[in-house]
T-cell receptor, first 112, second 112 residues
Framework: SQQGEEDPQALSIQEGENATMNCSYK?????LQWYRQNSGRGLVHLIL?????REKHSGRLRVTLDTSKKSSSLLITASRAADTASYFC????????????FGKGMKLTVNP | ETGVTQSPTHLIKTRGQQVTLRCSSQ?????VSWYQQALGQGPQFIFQ???????GRGNFPPRFSGLQFPNYSSELNVNALELDDSALYLC???????????FGPGTRLLVL
């Protein structure tokens, strides 16, 4: 079953613009992670935010987490054509379960 | 590069056959998880192995089974293949107690 839902499902922007992706989830979590996938291949880990954190930065990435709303957002600033990929949020749940529960993903296209 | 490799990259099987997919994790990563990703969907957790024992399982039937070996390699076995088993199969490894999972490039399985 899917936990996270990314929004929008697809986004097309011009190079240099910012891209914001949102993720909503249903149950309590231990952490939330964002991954990138190029052309249906392996997932690349981008950033992890724990349930007691509200914001985190990594290079051009900024992620926020609002546990009261059960939502997260990923901001990619100054986008590049190479950022074109599918992006997934995944939740790591409480209670010792260490599996990741993924959303359906969001397709980002950055036009040169 | 995540240091996680998978073989083969592509595989075609017919319904009813059996398949073995392989994964080689990073040295020191004693936890490996397997995920199934259908086209257009997010990855779904199959199961997790820690120190050669299964210690978590998703909503998959018993014909999906696995093995983990002391040399940080692992296998996913699927018996009695069905058409719906066509998907990208991803393995992910991590050190026990850490949260970030490192994914391999996946094996794309087509069942005819």
């Amino acid at each position: 079953s899917q936990q996270g839902e990314e929004d929008p499902q697809a986004l097309s922007i011009q190079e240099g613009e910012n891209a914001t992706m949102n993720c909503s989830y249903k149950t309590s979590i231990n952490n939330l992670q964002w991954y990138r996938q190029n052309s249906g291949r392996g997932l690349v880990h981008l950033i992890l935010i724990r349930s007691n954190e509200r914001e985190k930065h990594s290079g051009r990435l900024r992620v926020t987490l609002d546990t009261s709303k059960k939502s997260s957002s990923l901001l990619i600033t100054a986008s590049r054509a190479a950022d074109t990929a599918s992006y997934f949020c995944a939740t790591g749940n409480q209670g010792g379960s260490e599996k990741l529960v993924f959303g359906k993903g969001m397709k980002l296209t950055v036009n040169p | 590069e995540t240091g996680v490799t998978q073989s083969p990259t592509h595989l075609i099987k017919t319904r009813g056959q059996q398949v073995t997919l392989r994964c080689s994790s990073q040295s020191g990563h004693n936890t490996v998880s397997w995920y199934q990703q259908a086209l257009g969907q997010g990855p779904q957790f199959i199961f997790q192995y820690y120190r050669e024992e299964e210690n978590g399982r998703g909503n998959f039937p018993p014909r999906f089974s696995g093995l983990q070996f002391p040399n940080y390699s692992s296998e996913l076995n699927v018996n009695a293949l069905e058409l719906d088993d066509s998907a990208l199969y991803l393995c992910a490894s991590r050190e026990q107690g850490t949260e970030t999972q490192y994914f391999g490039p996946g094996t794309r399985l087509l069942v005819l």
